[in-house]
């Protein structure tokens, strides 16, 4: 049988990435761009990280690289990009009027039993979506750089989402491997950037009043928090952490209450703390695109280490 068809609108960063998740899946991509030398630069990326993971086999899905790079083909002509497409990940820069304009112009081509879907990271659907003839086909599906190594997608309906949209993008992240959360409304920010807006902040509140220093700042999460974060949630650590929940908010809420009221107000990120955190961290890894880059492929590296290492320990 011919495998379905995704459409990825836009080869950057994270549309090169979910292409390479869903030609693991065995899906067939056409990859859609505006400009061709930004296609042409997309396809050789994808080969060259397919062949390496390949060859340190960590390579996702069932096929060979070459047999992955043969599902995915790129096309400068939107109409005949999306022709036969089941799916289509809108994957072009985080600009609500581009995006608009983008989904107006699927509006008027597409049929009525494909999804329309976006990666946006914080435009919500009511902006994106409303007034599109076909706003029950459309949906958020936020990923998290890089989406090939850090499953989660976060799938956000508009008010007007057909519930059947948001089960079929649900159970094709499921079957590409990727590791979908439902969210019942949208919210700024959705929840995955709420929860490190959190982090971030107190993190820049305590910087920024000198209790820590910007390494150790860091220190707390790589070796403390993230440890257990990257196999239980902040919830489950409660429930473990006493005899459940209800046990656990009986011993420690007066504890929590006393110190959230401590947090400041949202900070500025800006004036001094930004210099003192940005030269700690220059000190660390120099801002120049070789040292950058090194240091994003390490982060990659032990990305994928975890990744195996998560699905030796995998329990339900
Ligand atoms: P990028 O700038 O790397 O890539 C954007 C691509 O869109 C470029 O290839 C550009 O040529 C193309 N493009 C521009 N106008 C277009 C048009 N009219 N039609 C088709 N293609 C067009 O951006 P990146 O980082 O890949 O981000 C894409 C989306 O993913 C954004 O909405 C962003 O918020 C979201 N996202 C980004 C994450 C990140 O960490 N970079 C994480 C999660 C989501």
Not at 11 to 27: D, P, Q
Not at 92 to 111: M, R, S
Request: proline fraction near 5%; charge should be neutral.
């Amino acid at each position: 049988m011919e495998p379905s068809q995704v459409t990825i609108i836009g080869s950057g960063l994270i549309g090169r990435s979910w292409a390479m998740v869903f030609a693991a899946g065995g899906f067939r991509v056409k990859l859609y761009d505006i400009a061709q030398e930004q296609l042409t630069t997309a396809l050789e990326n994808i080969r060259k990280q397919m062949q390496e993971m390949e060859k340190s086999g960590v390579l996702k899905g069932a096929l060979s690289a070459e047999q992955q790079l043969a599902l995915i083909s790129v096309c400068t002509d939107l109409k005949a990009a999306v022709e036969g497409a089941t799916f289509i990940q809108e994957c072009t820069p985080e600009n609500l009027e581009l995006k608009k304009k983008i989904f107006g112009q699927l509006d008027v081509i597409v049929g009525d039993s494909v999804i329309l879907s976006s990666s946006t990271s914080c435009l919500l659907p009511s902006k994106l979506f409303t007034g599109l003839k076909h706003v029950k086909q459309c949906i958020v599906s936020h990923p998290v750089n890089p989406p090939y190594f850090v499953p989660l997608v976060e799938i956000v309906p508009h008010p007007e989402t057909d519930p059947s949209t948001t089960e079929r993008t649900y159970a094709l992240m499921k079957k590409i491997g990727q590791s979908p959360v439902k969210l019942n409304r949208e919210i700024e920010g959705f929840v995955l950037n709420r929860l490190q807006y959190a982090v971030i902040s107190e993190a820049w509140r305590l910087v920024g009043e000198g209790v820590i220093s910007p390494t150790d700042l860091d220190l707390v999460m790589s070796d403390g928090l993230g440890m257990r974060y990257a196999f239980i949630g902040p919830l489950e650590t409660m429930h473990l952490n006493a005899e459940g929940v209800s046990s656990y908010c009986e011993r420690y809420a007066e504890g929590m209450k006393l110190v959230l009221n401590t947090f400041g107000p949202v900070p500025e990120f800006s004036g001094e703390t930004v210099q003192k955190v940005n030269q700690a961290l220059s000190e660390k890894i120099p801002v120049a695109p070789k040292a950058l880059d090194a240091r994003r492929k390490w982060r990659d590296e032990c990305l994928t280490g975890l990744a195996k290492l998560k699905t030796q320990m995998k329990s339900d």
